[in-house]
Structure formats: structure tokens, C-alpha cells
């Protein structure tokens, strides 16, 4: 993604968003998931009083630590960088942006910060109850912080509850439980929380198969596998029927992200799931030439209708009726949206003039007309129809990774969880030894979620009303350029710090608690 | 309730919660001065061990302190945080990255195989506690000596000075403000050392932090007085009911004597800082210095905030544009977003409860060398 950035300051400040949330999400899918874990083997170790499930909690939560560590000095920059790089947004959407960022300060960051201190050193100053009490709150918290931040992101994607001031020429919020309750953050936090349950299950599988294939700390791996296994079995099963839920909202809210993580530029009815494929990449909007150089369909027609709109025989749109329209489907494409979003700023500003000159009359005129279009505001800031378009490629491959090792995953757990249960899983090498990597195609996986997410609902900041080239701070490239390296080589210095602990501390194992 | 409050109440109770979090993190930022002091109070790796984790049983609070002021802020008045974060932009990208290099340290710092070695995580807590709180306090300093920007029709920022937020760090006002911020974290890093380690086997080291108590105590003072003084006489920015920005004399000397309550913040927060440190200092057994250094911090950064937004005052003035300055009023959220942040903000007397409670749980017993040494989660 990185490579095809040109040197304009907004796809410096794009690579560097996508930067630093790409390293922050490489830690916190784990610190969402593994958090509950510890949580359940301390609740083992503290109904069954038996202090080998303390040691393994303990053994657990140190990985947690070192994990949460790195977690929280990639999350910092995240909060900040909306100021930095994007101030022009900060200032748009403050009135509503601002509020879920610090609801997640005050009511979940706390509740982490003060507990992880009792979970860590807490063991000989406090009871044995409050100690487990304090640890469920550390996964309560960070995962309260994910359900905050997500509905944030969601309400870029599907910008409900508010409305544009003229007067101080950004969007005000209009009903914050429509932000909150919004159909599209509930399957984002779903998704995202399950997914990541189903991660850190991965990985106590894939270090506790390596325990398994060493011959050591036999007994430990096994009791954390049956927990991690029916956790993950569990988890993935939310995770896909979220998934599921998530893909419908985009079909209702971000069409455009639908049509490019499947590839499919006509729109057709009893649409196809494309199963897997090779996109065509000299393919453009509007020309005659195939999507795919190769694709192999689902073998059920009309999968993707039923995807996206529950019905096998509906109309799915592709890119180009959402970009050129389509009268018969009744589908404004984005040219025509273009001329009305143009005409919104064009009398945005007619508006202010009218205001600063006291000529009522006019102010009411151009507002009138405004309110009128205002509803297409950021398709007035594109340049060509075909801008409206995400990147095909990326997104697409990028999606079906997500959802073959999405689908590979509960196999997994299964094939865990049965030879744990028949007591054979130590001789089963075949199976451990894949499972050792299962972990590192969880991360692939999560983070080409996350590539879907954002890459797909390009060029939008705000979807449909705010694109990246208008929320920008006013800074030069060389300089957005500048911090992006000064990130990179901080993060991965300390990536390579945290792989480096982390499996020292792994091979140490439980006794070096 | 609280909606039928009118947006200039919620406006000023929301530049209160916001100075209330802020002048928090000051005195949270006992840890960033304790690692300022690391090297000169911790002379063998024990002692070292023992200050580190000593410290790092809080430091999240105080990060997770800095990053709600962030939040709330930008909820809040999310033109200031536009216009600051936008625009000061090197200021404030330097300041997180002292962040992000302090957040590993305390966990990886002696962990087997870290890459970096210990001496390396080491001073990145130095170059937080100090780099770091000195341009947080140059950062605070522009809210009275001004910035260089230029807010379009629109209300986006153009910054005018090439560089971007430093220029900050070049007024004696603001590097007064930052050094004195850096040396009073180093008192109250060591008052809170003093008060949170057991020393029966290593008193020596207690004897140094008790010293270094007055020491980096006395070496504020010079500037907390530059700091003071300047305020009292130099030109303010004042805004006019039409919300017209202008130059006015000694306007925040004026704000004090408008509010003597602010006055007798800021007067009773240096008392107590006093007391805190004669306590630590002039004492060989009282260890409650912390929290008189503590309370008087916050009282005197709730004067300073309060000095800059109360009083029709521009909190965020603009020296290149003063009509494109921020006050509490034209920088704000709508009374919508206001108001459902105050029923949100109604749960903060809550956190704080288990804050507390979680902090006398953690420390009614003094953190000993042998409860480090035997620890496997210890820093």
C-alpha cells in the first residue's frame, strides 16, 4: 500500500494514519481478547483454589503486559493525530467526534489503568477476590474503550444524528444515542471485539502447541487449550454471524465498499459471491474489459444478493452504476452527485457572503438552495466522477483473506478441542505444528479486516460528506513526511523489542514466574 | 436538568472539567519527574529497581490522565484542538513521542532480550520527564504569550511561523513556564518516592530523595517567580461581548483582582507546596509531603487555566490574527454536545472514587527491596 503513495501531503498523512493503525492493531486485538482469558483462569485458580491455574493465569497476564505496553504507546498517536494531520475534520466534525473519544477516556481508559496496576502487582497487597475482580474490570475496560473508539469510526462511515451548520461551516451533532445505537457501530464493535476473542485464542493455541511440540509444560498447554479452543470455537462463531450483519450495513450504507471488496463494477440481480479470483488491474470504471483476469464463483447464484440484501434474487449495484447511475435501479451515481454537492459550496459560500454583507434576502436564497444539496456536500470536492472509486485490488484481496482464514479458523478450534478432549493432542504434530503459525494468520487476517474497513470507504473521511483531501491539516508534505518516518522506524525498533521479549519470555515459560 | 442550562454556563463548566484534568496531570506528573531523577537518587541497581517500580505502579494514571485532557478538549472546544493540534504541530508531535517511547519503558526496561538495554528505556524516561513536561509547559505558555496562526472563513487553520509550534520554546515566558513545570515534577517526584517506599534497608537512598526535594524545589522557584511576575505586568488578550479580541494591559493581573478567589487559588497552592516540601525536607520521618505538593499543584494549575479562559479572556490567542483567537466562547461545542457531555462527566466523581480507593488498596503498605526482588511482574 505504502509503495503507490505519491508525495502529496494527503496520501503521506493516508500512509501515515495507515501506519500507525496498522502497528497499534497488530497489539490490540490481543490485549482485547487475551484480557478475558486471564480473566477465566484466575476465576479457575480462584473457585478451585488449585495455584497451578495461578501460575498460568500469571504466565498469561506477562504476555499480556509486555503486549498492552506497546499497545498503549501506538494508541497515543492515534487520539492525537486526528489534531495533527487531519485538523481540518477536527475542527468539521469536532461537535461530534470529540464526544465518543473522551466517553472512552473517562469511562473505560480508567477502569484499565487503575486495575492493571492491582492485576500485576496486586497479588500479596489485596484479597484474593478483589484481585479477580480487578482483573475482570481490565478486560471490561479495554473492551468498553474498543466499543467508544469503534462507534467513532463508525459514524464516519455512516455519519447519523447530525447536521451542517452554515454559520460555523461544520456538522453538529443532533442526537448523540442515534451515534451511539447506530446500526452500523453495533456490528463494527460486535465484529471487532469477536474477532479479536477469536485472536488471542489463536494465540494461546499457537504458544501452547509449541509448548506441545517441545515436550514441556505439557500439562499447562493443555488446560490452556480447552479453555482457549471453546473460547475461540465460541468466537468465531460471533465472529462470522457479526461479519455477516456487517457486510448487510455496508450493502445499505457504504454500497461502493461493497462493490469494490467483491469486485463487481456491473450490477447485476441474483448477484455472485465471487469465491476467489484475480482482479484485472488495468480495469477502469465505465470500460468494456473484464473485472477479473481469473475467478472462480461460489457454487450457490445469488450469494452475494443474499449478502447483501437477505433476498437471492435482489439487485446488488457495482461500481459503475454507482458511479455513472442507474435509472432503472433508481440509483444517482456519482456524477450527478458531484453537480449537486458543487452546487452546496457554491452557495455555502454565497451564503457567507450574503451573511457578511447583511443581505438577508440572499443569505436565505443560498441557504435554501444549500439545505437542498447539502446532503451530497462532499461530492462536490471530487474532481471526476471515478474518485468516488476505492481502490479495487487492495480492498477486494484483501477481503477475501479476511474471510478464507475467517472460515479456516473454527476448523481449527474443532480439531483442538476434539484431540484435547480425546487426550491425543500431544502426538498430533500435524496439527501442532501448523498451529503454531495459526496465530500470525489470525494478525493477517484482523488486519486485513481493517484494510476492508478503511481502504474500502476511500476517498471518504466522513462517508459521502467529507473526503481525506478536504479533512487535512494545512502542512506540507515534507513534513507529514518527516513524521511518518520518524514513526516508522520508532514502531518497528519497538516491534522488534516486543517479539524479541516476547518469545524470550515465552521460552522462559510459567516457571519463570 | 442540565440542558436548561445556557451554553455560556456549560461553556465555563466545561473550561473547569478541563482545567480540572489538566491541573490532575501536573500533579500526576510526579512520575515524570521521579524518572528525571532516577540517575542522581538511585545509585545502585536496588535502588534503581525500587524507584522504577515504585513509579511504575502510577504511570499509567498520569498517561491515561493526559490523554482524557486530550479528549476532553476535543469535545469540548474542538477548535482548540484543531487549531493547536493542526497548527503547533511539531510542539505537540514531540511531546507524543516522548509519550510513546515512555509507555515500553517501565515493561521492558529489564526484560531479557529488549534490544535496547536498560540504560536506553532509562533515559527515555528521562527525555519524558523532561523534554516531554518542558514542552508541555512551553505548549501551556502560548495560552498567555499568543501563537502565530490565521483561522479562514471556514474556521480552518493556517499557521504562520515556519516552525510549526516550536517557536514556542523560544519565549523566556514559556521556557520559564516549562522548566518550572519540569523541576516542580522532580519536587513532587520526590516527595512521592519519599512517601511510597519502605527505606529500612536503604536509607541512604531516602535521604537523597529528601534532599533532592528542596534541591529541585529551590531550582523552581526562579522561574515559577520569572513566570509570575511577567503574568502580573505583560498585555493580555481580552475579548469584548461583540467577541472582538484586543490587546489589554496588564489584563491578567486584572482577571486575578476581578477574581480574588483565582488569586487565593494560586496563593494557597504555592503555601502548600511549601508545606509539602519543609515537611519532606526538614524532616527525616514525615512522608506526607506528597499530598500537599499535590493539592497545591492542582490549585495553582487551576489558577493558571483559569487565568487564561475566565474573565473574558482569550484562552488561545492568536498574535499573527488577534480577531482569529480562541476563547471559551467561540471555540466550543454546541450546547447539544456540551449537555450530553455533562451528564457523561456526572460519572467522573465515580472514577475518581476507585482511583482512589484502588491507590490506598495498592499502597496502605510501603513497597519494599524484598517485595521487587521477589516479584516476577516487577519493572
Not at chain 1, 505519491?6 to 487475551?34: C, E, K, S
Request: hydrophobic share 50%; aromatic share 14%; with cysteine.
Amino acid at each position: 500500500m505504502i509503495e503507490n503513495v505519491d508525495l502529496t501531503m494527503v496520501n503521506w498523512a493516508r500512509a501515515q494514519f495507515a501506519l500507525t493503525a496498522m502497528y497499534h492493531w497488530i497489539f490490540v486485538p490481543l490485549t482485547l481478547g487475551i484480557t478475558w482469558l486471564c480473566a477465566f483462569y484466575e476465576t479457575i485458580y480462584v473457585k478451585t483454589g488449585n495455584e497451578e491455574w495461578k501460575q498460568l493465569a500469571k504466565f498469561w497476564m506477562k504476555l499480556f503486559g509486555i503486549n498492552f505496553a506497546i499497545g498503549v504507546a501506538t494508541g497515543i498517536i492515534l487520539e492525537f493525530e486526528f489534531g495533527t494531520n487531519w485538523s481540518n475534520y477536527s475542527w468539521m466534525v469536532g461537535d461530534i467526534f470529540g464526544a465518543p473519544l473522551a466517553i472512552e477516556g473517562i469511562l473505560a481508559f480508567f477502569l484499565e489503568a487503575t486495575f492493571f496496576a492491582v492485576m500485576f502487582f496486586g497479588w500479596d497487597r489485596v484479597s484474593k477476590r478483589f484481585h479477580l475482580v480487578s482483573t475482570w474490570m481490565v478486560a471490561i475496560g479495554s473492551n468498553l474503550s474498543a466499543v467508544w473508539i469503534l462507534i467513532a469510526n463508525a459514524w464516519m462511515q455512516h455519519p447519523v444524528g447530525q447536521e451542517f451548520n452554515p454559520d460555523t461551516a461544520r456538522f453538529e451533532m443532533q442526537n448523540i444515542m442515534e451515534v451511539i445505537l447506530s446500526p452500523v457501530a453495533v456490528s463494527k464493535f460486535t465484529h471487532t471485539t469477536s474477532s479479536s476473542m477469536l485472536l488471542a485464542s489463536l494465540f494461546v493455541i499457537s504458544v501452547s502447541s509449541w509448548f506441545l511440540l517441545k515436550g514441556r509444560n505439557i500439562q499447562m498447554a493443555k488446560r490452556s487449550i480447552i479453555v482457549a479452543a471453546v473460547f475461540g470455537l465460541l468466537a468465531s462463531g460471533l465472529t462470522i454471524f457479526t461479519g455477516d450483519e456487517h457486510a448487510f450495513e455496508n450493502a445499505r450504507h457504504q454500497p461502493m465498499k461493497l462493490a469494490a471488496f467483491e469486485g463487481l463494477y456491473d450490477g447485476e440481480k441474483s448477484a455472485d459471491l465471487v469465491a476467489m479470483g484475480i482482479v484485472n488491474s488495468s480495469k477502469q470504471p465505465g470500460d468494456s474489459q473484464d473485472s477479473f483476469s481469473f475467478a472462480i464463483k461460489a457454487p450457490i447464484p445469488g450469494l452475494l444478493s443474499l449478502l447483501a440484501n437477505r433476498s437471492l434474487g435482489s439487485f446488488v449495484p457495482g461500481i459503475n452504476d454507482l458511479v455513472y447511475g442507474n435509472t432503472e435501479e433508481n440509483i444517482m451515481g456519482a456524477a450527478e452527485k458531484m453537480e449537486k454537492g458543487k452546487l452546496a459550496i457554491e452557495h455555502l459560500a454565497l451564503y457567507k457572503k450574503a451573511k457578511s454583507s447583511s443581505d438577508e434576502n440572499s443569505a436565505a436564497f443560498a441557504l435554501a438552495t444549500f439545505d437542498a444539496n447539502k446532503e451530497f456536500l462532499g461530492y462536490g470536492f471530487l474532481e471526476n466522477p471515478e474518485d468516488a472509486v476505492p481502490p479495487v485490488g487492495l480492498t477486494f484481496y484483501s477481503f477475501h483473506i479476511m474471510v478464507f482464514l475467517g472460515s479456516l479458523f473454527p476448523l481449527v478450534f474443532l480439531a483442538y478441542l476434539y484431540f484435547t478432549l480425546k487426550g491425543t493432542l500431544p502426538e498430533k504434530r500435524w496439527l501442532l505444528g501448523p498451529g503454531v503459525i495459526m496465530f500470525f494468520l489470525g494478525l493477517v487476517s484482523t488486519e486485513a479486516g481493517w484494510v476492508v474497513a478503511e481502504v474500502g470507504r476511500q476517498p471518504w473521511a466522513i462517508e459521502g460528506l467529507l473526503p481525506v483531501t478536504v479533512a487535512r491539516s494545512n502542512l506540507t508534505a515534507g513534513t507529514v513526511q518527516a513524521t511518518f518516518f520518524m514513526f516508522l522506524v520508532l514502531f518497528t525498533v519497538l516491534l522488534i523489542a516486543e517479539i524479541k521479549i516476547m518469545t524470550k519470555q515465552i521460552s522462559i515459560g510459567p516457571e519463570g514466574n | 436538568m442540565i440542558g436548561s442550562l445556557d451554553i455560556t454556563t456549560l461553556q465555563q463548566l466545561w473550561w473547569l472539567l478541563c482545567s480540572v484534568i489538566g491541573s490532575l496531570f501536573l500533579f500526576l506528573t510526579f512520575v515524570q519527574g521521579g524518572q528525571t531523577l532516577l540517575w542522581q537518587v538511585a545509585k545502585t541497581d536496588d535502588e534503581k529497581s525500587l524507584v522504577v517500580n515504585s513509579l511504575g505502579r502510577k504511570w499509567e494514571l498520569t498517561f491515561t490522565t493526559l490523554v482524557l485532557f486530550g479528549g476532553a478538549l476535543f469535545a469540548s472546544f474542538p477548535k482548540f484542538y484543531a487549531t493547536s493540534f493542526g497548527g503547533a504541530y511539531w510542539v505537540w508531535i514531540l511531546i507524543l513521542f516522548t509519550f510513546i517511547i515512555q509507555a515500553v519503558s517501565y515493561e521492558y526496561r529489564t526484560k531479557p532480550d529488549n534490544l535496547l538495554g536498560a540504560k536506553t528505556y532509562e533515559l527515555f524516561m528521562f527525555i519524558n520527564g523532561s523534554v516531554g513536561i518542558l514542552l508541555i509547559g512551553a505548549a501551556v505558555g502560548t495560552f498567555f504569550t499568543g501563537s502565530n496562526f490565521v483561522l479562514s472563513e471556514y474556521n480552518l487553520v493556517t499557521w504562520t511561523n515556519p516552525l510549526r509550534g516550536l517557536e514556542a520554546a523560544f519565549s523566556l515566558f514559556n521556557l520559564s513556564l516549562g522548566l518550572f513545570l519540569v523541576f516542580n515534577a522532580r519536587t513532587l517526584g520526590a516527595m512521592y518516592l519519599v512517601n511510597n517506599i519502605d527505606f529500612s534497608i536503604n536509607p541512604e537512598l531516602e535521604a537523597r530523595l529528601r534532599k533532592w526535594t528542596l534541591t529541585s524545589f529551590i531550582c523552581s522557584l526562579p522561574f515559577i517567580l520569572y513566570v509570575l511576575v511577567s503574568l502580573l505586568l505583560m498585555e493580555g488578550f481580552g475579548v469584548d461581548d461583540q467577541g472582538v479580541v484586543s490587546l489589554v494591559s496588564r489584563k491578567y493581573l486584572g482577571n486575578l483582582l476581578a477574581n480574588p478567589w483565582i488569586l487565593g487559588l494560586l496563593l494557597a497552592g504555592l503555601v502548600l507546596v511549601i508545606i509539602g516540601v519543609l515537611n519532606t525536607a526538614k524532616s527525616s520521618t514525615k512522608t506526607n509531603g506528597i499530598w500537599f505538593g499535590g493539592l497545591g499543584t492542582v490549585l495553582v494549575g487551576l489558577a493558571v487555566f483559569f487565568t487564561a479562559g475566565y474573565n473574558n479572556t482569550a484562552f488561545y490567542p492568536s498574535k499573527a490574527d488577534l480577531q482569529s483567537s480562541l476563547t471559551i466562547f467561540n471555540a466550543s461545542s454546541t450546547h447539544y454536545t456540551l449537555t450530553a457531555m455533562t451528564y457523561v462527566a456526572m460519572t467522573i466523581p465515580f472514577v475518581l472514587a476507585y482511583v482512589v480507593y484502588v491507590w490506598w488498596a495498592m499502597d496502605n503498605r510501603k513497597l519494599t527491596a524484598d517485595e521487587v526482588a521477589s516479584d516476577s511482574s516487577a519493572y
